[in-house]
Structure formats: C-alpha cells, structure tokens
C-alpha cells in the first residue's frame, strides 16, 4: 500500500458532494503517466459521467504554467517537489504519493548494455546519450542524480556525463519530433542517441522489441516519488476532481500503474 497522510484523504472525502452537470476535471499530467491515465480517464468516465480533459507535458512546464495562472483541477507530477510548492503557496491541498518510478535506460541493442557494463558503457566517448530536460522535466532532474552517483564511484564521471548529455526532450526548446511520435524512441531510432535513460515506465503495456531497456545496477539506482494534488476550488469541476484524485489511489486504478511499468 502506498503511505498515505491522513491530511489530504480527509480533505478529499470532505470536499465529496453529488455529481452534477459541470465542466471537464482539467488535469494536468507528467508525460510519462500518458500511457496508465489515459486509460484511467476514460475509465473514470465510463463509471461516473464525469467528463475529464487530460494536458500531458513534462512537470516542471505544467508547475509554471499554474504559476502563471492557467486553470488545472488536478496536478499529477513526475516528482513531490512541484505539488508541495503548490500547497506551500497555498494554491493546492498537502500533496501525496500516488505512484512510484525509478529509472532505466533504453539503448539501441547493437549497444549490447547490462547493468553490468552500464556505467563504462555511458562513460565511453562513442556512445551518444539522451536525457530529459532538468528544470523543465524532473526525468532530467533525475539523469542529473544518476551522474551524481556516477561520481562518487568513478572520479569525473559526474561532469564528463553531464557534458556529453544531449536534453532531446521536456525542454521548451527541445528538437522537434513527427507528430504522433514517441520522442525517446524517435531520437534513438534516427541515432541522435544511442542510450536514453529515462523511466522504467512506458507508454504502452507492451514492450517495444526494437530497443533494450535496462534496469540501473543498485549501486547508481534512481527512484522516483509522483505526487498528485487537488488545486483550490474555482470551478464547478471542483468536487468532480476530488473524485477522480480519490480513482487513482484505488486498486484498481493502482493495478493499471503497474501494467504500465510503475510501482507502488
């Protein structure tokens, strides 16, 4: 089970009223929960109703973008430190874990990567890597952490690495890729990176045989806390969005996570 605080359960079963006609729950979602919530949402639908309009992005974009003023119900970040500002600022309840990732890397297979060669493989001069965007997009934050372990066990790994990291993606500026398409596979498919570490987690339930995803070895292990908030009332959507916060801590929304690669 995943551990909970009291606080904000007991704010979301408070703020539960009867469903009525209303405008979609606008829910605001790290990239990488596209493949697990899209499912849900629809799901969520079936069972409720309750209309649900879903903005996927990389979190640290989606966090300025609230900042900024534009209208969200519900935040799911890839990290806890976006919703916690949130509620520090007083614009979102306490924030909580709703599901877990840790990180991977995925290679083009003529890379023959282990998590046995893992580091000398990402230290070799020839070998082009992909990262997420840090700032931007925590999947950056937490490739700048690996390199950071990195460090400690090689001396210069942690600079080298950050040097030759290419930020293909979750940036505002990140090279752009054919609609339609799945970024990271896009990048490593036309070469412009031969490893990407990213999430264990996937877009698709199935996966793609085209490249190898392989598990860090414990020594460098990432992982990596998603936090979900309910931002303050300003809609009439508010109490819908209660509900559909509340969905994705049930077991069956948890079930779905895990299908897709996530952990609890």
Same mark, same amino acid.
Not at 35 to 56: H, I, N, R, S
Not at 64 to 69: D, K, M, P, V
Not at 90 to 101: D, E, Q, S
Not at 189 to 211: N, W
């Given at each position: 089970?995943?551990? +909970?605080?009291?606080?904000?359960?007991?704010?979301? /079963?408070?703020?539960?009223? %009867?469903? !009525?006609? @209303?405008?979609? &729950?606008?829910?605001?979602?790290?990239? #990488?929960?596209?493949?697990?919530?899209?499912?849900?949402?629809?799901?969520?639908?079936?069972?409720?109703?309750?209309?649900?309009?879903?903005?996927?992005? %990389?979190?640290?974009?989606?966090? =300025?973008?609230? =900042? @900024?003023?534009?209208?969200?119900? &519900?935040?799911?970040?890839?990290?806890?430190?976006?919703?916690?500002?949130? /509620?520090?600022?007083? !614009? /979102?309840?306490? /924030?909580?874990?709703?599901?877990?990732?840790?990180?991977?890397?995925?290679?083009?297979?003529?890379?023959?990567?282990?998590?046995?060669?893992?580091?000398?493989?990402?230290?070799?001069?020839?070998? !082009?890597?992909?990262?997420?965007? %840090?700032?931007?997009?925590?999947?950056?934050?937490?490739?700048?952490?690996?390199?950071? !372990?990195?460090?400690?066990?090689?001396?210069?790994?942690? *600079?080298?690495?950050?040097?030759?990291?290419? @930020?293909?993606?979750?940036?505002?500026?990140? %090279?752009? &890729?054919?609609?339609? @398409?799945?970024? &990271?596979?896009?990048?490593? *498919?036309?070469?412009?990176?031969?490893?990407?570490?990213?999430?264990? #987690?996937?877009?698709?339930?199935?996966?793609?045989?085209?490249?190898?995803?392989? *598990? +860090?070895?414990? =020594?460098?292990?990432?992982?990596?806390?998603?936090?979900?908030?309910?931002?303050?009332?300003?809609?009439?959507?508010?109490?819908?969005?209660?509900?559909?916060?509340?969905?994705?801590?049930?077991?069956?929304?948890?079930?779905?996570?895990?299908?897709?690669?996530?952990?609890?």
């Amino acid at each position: 089970m995943l551990p +909970l605080t009291l606080l904000p359960l007991t704010l979301l /079963a408070m703020a539960i009223t %009867p469903a !009525k006609a @209303q405008d979609p &729950v606008k829910v605001f979602a790290a990239g #990488s929960l596209t493949g697990p919530l899209t499912v849900l949402a629809k799901q969520f639908e079936a069972d409720t109703g309750l209309p649900v309009a879903m903005v996927f992005g %990389p979190s640290g974009l989606l966090l =300025e973008r609230i =900042e @900024q003023g534009e209208h969200a119900d &519900v935040f799911a970040s890839a990290n806890m430190a976006h919703p916690q500002q949130l /509620a520090r600022e007083g !614009k /979102a309840i306490p /924030a909580l874990v709703f599901t877990r990732n840790r990180l991977c890397v995925l290679a083009r297979p003529e890379l023959q990567l282990s998590s046995e060669n893992m580091l000398a493989k990402l230290l070799d001069p020839s070998v !082009k890597i992909g990262t997420s965007t %840090p700032k931007a997009d925590p999947g950056g934050d937490y490739a700048w952490l690996l390199f950071a !372990k990195a460090g400690k066990l090689q001396p210069g790994a942690k *600079e080298l690495l950050e040097n030759k990291a290419r @930020q293909l993606v979750g940036g505002k500026n990140s %090279p752009p &890729v054919p609609a339609g @398409q799945d970024a &990271v596979k896009y990048f490593l *498919e036309h070469k412009q990176a031969d490893a990407f570490i990213g999430y264990c #987690s996937s877009r698709q339930t199935v996966p793609d045989a085209r490249f190898t995803k392989v *598990e +860090l070895p414990a =020594e460098l292990a990432i992982s990596a806390d998603f936090g979900l908030t309910v931002l303050n009332p300003n809609t009439g959507s508010h109490d819908a969005a209660y509900r559909f916060a509340l969905f994705l801590l049930s077991p069956q929304a948890q079930q779905i996570f895990v299908n897709y690669g996530f952990s609890k």
